[in-house]
């Protein structure tokens, strides 16, 4: 069964950082891109970033560009998200989701969400 | 910049049809895919390649695409169908779009 479940979030000052993960299981991960999708409250869903199988490439939604930097490791079967300069405006549910076919790009899988809060 | 366009709601009886558009330029160079999400909950791939069904969705769910507006198509509309729906593309250079949303009501 495939697994996907975020930790990290929390409650952060304008301007600090956090690191979010997400473990994966029950697939072969490292055959698959992994993306961040995140959803301020009460707003609807805005993709973040992705990388593909082997890290070798990323990109990133222009309002996260140089704050924001996306990583896996593939021994771990884990997707990491480090989030530096935090703003008010960052503040959402963050997403792990798998990419079954990067030529069409869609998410067959999510995680459960991890709450980041930015406030003083 | 490109964007998606869906209606913010649509609303049906039990029983009847709910049609959700998205309209977008590149729509007919780029797949949709439709998400369902209920309050407090992670959206969950209801179509994708415009009309592909995923496994263990309801065969009331299709999709289908007419130039630059692709269309899910809830047939039947049940009382757990009551959800946001999202679509969601890609641009040329490969970024993520979604649509705003639209909240499906069930009278």
């Known amino acids: 069964e495939v697994q996907l479940m975020e930790s990290g979030g929390g409650l952060v000052q304008p301007g600090g950082s956090l690191r979010l993960s997400c473990a994966a299981s029950?697939?072969?991960?490292?055959?698959?891109?992994m993306h961040w999708v995140r959803q301020a409250p009460g707003k609807g869903l805005m993709w973040v970033s992705r990388?593909?199988?082997?890290?070798?490439?990323?990109s990133y939604a222009d309002s996260v560009k140089g704050r924001f930097t996306i990583s896996r490791n593939n021994a771990k079967n884990t997707l990491y998200l480090q989030m530096n300069s935090l703003r008010a405006e960052d503040t959402a549910v963050y997403y792990c989701?798998?990419?079954?076919?990067?030529?069409?790009?869609?998410?067959?899988?999510w995680g459960q969400g991890s709450l980041v809060t930015v406030s003083s | 910049s490109y964007e998606l366009t869906q209606p913010p709601s649509v609303s049906v009886s039990p029983g009847q049809t709910a049609r959700i558009t998205c309209s977008g330029d590149a729509l007919p160079k780029q797949y949709a895919s439709w998400y369902q999400q209920k309050p407090g909950q992670a959206p969950v791939l209801v179509m994708y390649?415009?009309?592909e069904r995923p496994s263990g969705i309801p065969e009331r769910f299709s999709g289908s695409n007419s130039e630059t507006t692709v269309t899910l198509t809830i047939s039947g509309v049940q009382a757990e169908d009551e959800a946001d729906y999202y679509c969601q593309s890609a641009d040329s250079s490969g970024s993520v779009l979604f649509g705003g949303g639209t909240k499906l009501t069930v009278l």
């Open positions: 989701a798998r990419d079954p076919d990067p030529s069409t790009t869609y998410f067959d899988y």
């Open positions: 990388i593909n199988g082997d890290g070798s490439s990323t």
């Open positions: 390649e415009d009309s």
């Open positions: 029950g697939f072969t991960f490292s055959s698959h891109w």
